[in-house]
């Protein structure tokens, strides 16, 4: 069994027809029994009790042209010769352009076209479900009892190997009203991604030659000074998966690393430095997150946004909470990914639209492209699921996706980073199987497909859509302290925090300067590597190989002049990106 996640088939609805069944893929009876000697992920315990409490998100659908539209309204405020160039919205305009109106030959008999939204509302306020509005989402706690009468389900109680438990049910009925007025409800047949995780790779090796710090970004990427030109230019981390920061190691961090010593500013959802005494790989992802952000753009108020570790989906609950942030930090850092194939696909959908409408306001979100090369994750502890996997958001044609490089760390030349090369993990990239190829990149991209060394054919992987990644960095061997010790921390998850500080600095230019921040780069970036020399070329290496101990897989990109699926346009000078990007 590949997937464990249950994916909802809408069945056509006839027009008089009053409800419609909502059917998942796979029956809960898979999960009850171990497929072809396989452990289940999620083990089925039993019925659940009706007084218990459950929560379920309810997304209502936005406009149908949403996607579309707000795709060439981002283009406008962030391609740099629009005249539109960097005028975003607010959080309530940008909102309001996408909410749907409803469909107006369903509610012929009434004056006001009622919102989509306001569908959803009366239905469950005749059934007296208990909910509140988070933004446009809602959020609905009730009892079980009362949410099996509304949805006509049946709830089953389910734990998994990792000590959450859950509750689920086969499926469930929707007037055909509300069916349509919605795109998807989280929490009733879809299982968490068994594969969601964090991109890094820990080496409990003690400190050595060939590791990065601080200072070797700075003389490697020739940033000059880490100082954040205006407090308004703020940056913020994703966490999920349970993981925390410890404040003590990032203090002991920027002390031994020369780095303004200063706290992390806001801390949303919340965070136990002491867990990282209990297990060091509690804090390895969050320490080398807040450590290297926060040393590459010092003085910079930095958010701390965590995700509930029992959280159905962590990224419908971050674009939940962004969605309703009137004033949310300006760059994302997201060292996180989960296998495409195995999410549903109009949830992937409805996340990308809402990541462009953060674009619109300005926000840019950076995410780390992977550690297992074109497989992923899976495929590390299982040759068989080799082959051409993408990640997301890492392929979300909204998010600058950041790859891993190695080589200057211990005096060579850049290189793609792979474990074939000692990299200890393989840089992720490939192309989208849902979104695709922008225009911004449709040059570099089709040149690449074209003249590129050892494409491997074209039938293996989806070259219609977006490349990944955009940029990349090093991601060897990074000094992280963990648990009072300095640790070689690897992986796209270290490139990604460092680029998304750079970009912080950048915008703490702008500011000062009056002018907008950056918002979405792509544009930016793609048009940069055409006109200036702002970009270090990353021309070779392989990423057939997943991360160390995993299998090198028969096929993989090579690296090769200009753009590539491994390093992207490559690795920068920071200090040309920063004048050419305030110049804009
Ligand atoms: C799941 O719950 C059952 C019954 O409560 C228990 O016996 C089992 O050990 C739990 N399994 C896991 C993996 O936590
Ligand atoms: C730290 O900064 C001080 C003062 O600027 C300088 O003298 C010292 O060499 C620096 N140390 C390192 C390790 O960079
Ligand atoms: C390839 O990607 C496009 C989007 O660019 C998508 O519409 C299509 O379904 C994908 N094909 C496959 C086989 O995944």
């Given at each position: 069994?590949?997937?464990?996640?249950?994916?909802?088939?809408?069945?056509?609805?006839?027009?008089?027809?009053?409800?419609?069944?909502?059917?998942?893929?796979?029956?809960?009876?898979?999960?009850?029994?171990?497929?072809?000697?396989?452990?289940?992920?999620?083990?089925?315990?039993?019925?659940?009790?009706?007084?218990?409490?459950?929560?379920?998100?309810?997304?209502?659908?936005?406009?149908?042209?949403?996607?579309?539209?707000?795709?060439?309204?981002?283009?406008?405020?962030?391609?740099?010769?629009?005249?539109?160039?960097?005028?975003?919205?607010?959080?309530?305009?940008?909102?309001?352009?996408?909410?749907?109106?409803?469909?107006?030959?369903?509610?012929?008999?009434?004056?006001?076209?009622?919102?989509?939204?306001?569908?959803?509302?009366?239905?469950?306020?005749?059934?007296?479900?208990?909910?509140?509005?988070?933004?446009?989402?809602?959020?609905?706690?009730?009892?079980?009892?009362?949410?099996?009468?509304?949805?006509?389900?049946?709830?089953?109680?389910?734990?998994?190997?990792?000590?959450?438990?859950?509750?689920?049910?086969?499926?469930?009925?929707?007037?055909?009203?509300?069916?349509?007025?919605?795109?998807?409800?989280?929490?009733?047949?879809?299982?968490?991604?068994?594969?969601?995780?964090?991109?890094?790779?820990?080496?409990?090796?003690?400190?050595?030659?060939?590791?990065?710090?601080?200072?070797?970004?700075?003389?490697?990427?020739?940033?000059?000074?880490?100082?954040?030109?205006?407090?308004?230019?703020?940056?913020?981390?994703?966490?999920?998966?349970?993981?925390?920061?410890?404040?003590?190691?990032?203090?002991?961090?920027?002390?031994?690393?020369?780095?303004?010593?200063?706290?992390?500013?806001?801390?949303?959802?919340?965070?136990?430095?002491?867990?990282?005494?209990?297990?060091?790989?509690?804090?390895?992802?969050?320490?080398?997150?807040?450590?290297?952000?926060?040393?590459?753009?010092?003085?910079?108020?930095?958010?701390?946004?965590?995700?509930?570790?029992?959280?159905?989906?962590?990224?419908?609950?971050?674009?939940?909470?962004?969605?309703?942030?009137?004033?949310?930090?300006?760059?994302?850092?997201?060292?996180?990914?989960?296998?495409?194939?195995?999410?549903?696909?109009?949830?992937?959908?409805?996340?990308?639209?809402?990541?462009?409408?953060?674009?619109l306001r300005g926000v840019t979100v950076m995410v780390a492209s992977g550690d297992d090369?074109?497989?992923?994750?899976?495929?590390?502890?299982?040759?068989?699921?080799?082959?051409?996997?993408?990640?997301?958001?890492?392929?979300?044609?909204?998010?600058?996706?950041?790859?891993?490089?190695?080589?200057?760390?211990?005096?060579?030349?850049?290189?793609?980073?792979?474990?074939?090369?000692?990299?200890?993990?393989?840089?992720?990239?490939?192309?989208?199987?849902?979104?695709?190829?922008?225009?911004?990149?449709?040059?570099?991209?089709?040149?690449?497909?074209?003249?590129?060394?050892?494409?491997?054919?074209?039938?293996?992987f989806n070259s219609t859509g977006r490349g990944y990644p955009d940029v990349a960095l090093?991601?060897?061997?990074?000094?992280?302290?963990?648990?009072?010790?300095?640790?070689?921390?690897?992986?796209?998850?270290?490139?990604?925090?460092?680029?998304?500080?750079?970009?912080?600095?950048?915008?703490?230019?702008?500011?000062?300067?009056?002018?907008?921040?950056?918002?979405?780069?792509?544009?930016?970036?793609?048009?940069?590597?055409?006109?200036?020399?702002?970009?270090?070329?990353?021309?070779?290496?392989?990423?057939?190989?997943?991360?160390?101990?995993?299998?090198?897989?028969?096929?993989?990109?090579?690296?090769?002049?200009?753009?590539?699926?491994?390093?992207?346009?490559?690795?920068?000078?920071?200090?040309?990106?920063?004048?050419?990007?305030?110049?804009?």
């Open positions: 069994m590949k997937s464990h996640v249950l994916l909802l088939l809408l069945l056509a609805i006839a027009s008089q027809a009053r409800t419609v069944r909502v059917t998942p893929k796979m029956e809960l009876a898979f999960l009850t029994t171990t497929a072809k000697g396989e452990q289940p992920y999620w083990n089925h315990i039993g019925r659940s009790e009706g007084a218990s409490t459950h929560t379920i998100t309810i997304v209502p659908k936005l406009r149908s042209d949403a996607a579309a539209q707000c795709d060439s309204r981002l283009m406008e405020v962030s391609t740099p010769s629009s005249p539109k160039y960097g005028q975003y919205l607010s959080m309530t305009e940008a909102n309001r352009l996408f909410r749907s109106r409803g469909n107006i030959q369903k509610v012929n008999l009434n004056l006001h076209k009622p919102t989509d939204q306001v569908q959803v509302k009366d239905w469950l306020k005749q059934n007296e479900l208990e909910y509140t509005m988070e933004g446009d989402f809602f959020r609905v706690k009730s009892s079980v009892e009362k949410i099996e009468k509304c949805l006509s389900a049946e709830f089953h109680d389910f734990n998994s190997t990792d000590g959450r438990k859950i509750l689920r049910a086969a499926e469930y009925t929707l007037p055909s009203h509300v069916e349509s007025s919605i795109d998807f409800i989280s929490g009733i047949v879809n299982f968490p991604t068994k594969g969601k995780r964090d991109f890094k790779t820990t080496t409990l090796k003690k400190r050595q030659d060939g590791t990065v710090t601080p200072a070797t970004l700075n003389s490697v990427y020739n940033i000059k000074d880490n100082n954040v030109a205006s407090q308004k230019s703020t940056q913020s981390l994703f966490e999920a998966l349970g993981q925390q920061f410890s404040s003590g190691d990032l203090t002991d961090f920027q002390e031994e690393y020369n780095v303004s010593v200063n706290p992390v500013a806001n801390i949303i959802g919340s965070n136990n430095g002491w867990y990282c005494l209990l297990n060091p790989n509690n804090c390895g992802e969050a320490n080398l997150d807040v450590q290297y952000i926060m040393a590459v753009a010092q003085n910079s108020p930095t958010t701390f946004w965590v995700i509930d570790e029992n959280s159905n989906d962590p990224f419908l609950d971050w674009v939940v909470a962004l969605a309703k942030d009137s004033n949310p930090p300006l760059v994302h850092s997201i060292s996180y990914g989960s296998i495409v194939s195995e999410e549903p696909r109009d949830d992937l959908l409805r996340y990308n639209t809402e990541i462009c409408k953060l674009g090369g074109v497989a992923n994750f899976e495929a590390r502890n299982d040759a068989s699921q080799c082959g051409f996997n993408p990640s997301f958001p890492a392929t979300s044609p909204y998010v600058t996706s950041v790859g891993a490089t190695q080589g200057p760390e211990s005096g060579s030349a850049e290189i793609a980073c792979s474990s074939a090369t000692g990299g200890i993990i393989t840089t992720g990239g490939g192309f989208s199987i849902n979104f695709k190829r922008p225009a911004w990149q449709e040059t570099v991209v089709s040149n690449y497909l074209k003249n590129g060394p050892n494409v491997p054919p074209l039938n293996l090093l991601g060897l061997n990074y000094e992280v302290y963990i648990d009072r010790f300095a640790t070689p921390v690897s992986g796209t998850s270290a490139s990604t925090p460092a680029f998304a500080g750079m970009i912080t600095l950048v915008n703490g230019k702008r500011l000062s300067a009056g002018k907008p921040p950056v918002g979405f780069l792509n544009p930016a970036l793609y048009k940069l590597a055409t006109s200036e020399k702002v970009f270090n070329d990353v021309t070779s290496g392989e990423n057939n190989c997943c991360a160390q101990g995993g299998p090198c897989c028969q096929y993989g990109f090579t690296a090769s002049l200009g753009w590539d699926p491994l390093t992207g346009l490559g690795s920068v000078d920071f200090e040309a990106l920063s004048a050419a990007l305030l110049k804009m």
